[in-house]
């Protein structure tokens, strides 16, 4: 089971192919590579990354669904 690294919520919703959407903290998540980017959407529709925020290993899935 994948856990938002970002609150650590199981509230996930899937809305595409590598695309999760974590309903804890309404963040973008996108796997690839074993790995998530995590991407908040702003006000006006864009999406600014939250990688920075986040070590390696936090990011990492170790669980496929
Ligand atoms: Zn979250």
Redesign the pocket.
């Known amino acids: 089971m994948m856990r ?1 690294p ?4 199981k509230d996930i919703g899937k809305i595409g192919a590598n695309q999760f959407y ?1 309903w ?4 973008e998540l996108t796997l690839s590579n074993g790995r998530l980017s995590l991407h908040q959407v702003e006000s006006d529709g864009t999406l600014s990354s939250l990688d920075d925020l986040f070590a390696e290993e936090e990011r990492r899935v170790n669980s496929d669904f």
């Open positions: 938002c970002n609150c650590k919520s974590c804890g903290c309404f963040i």
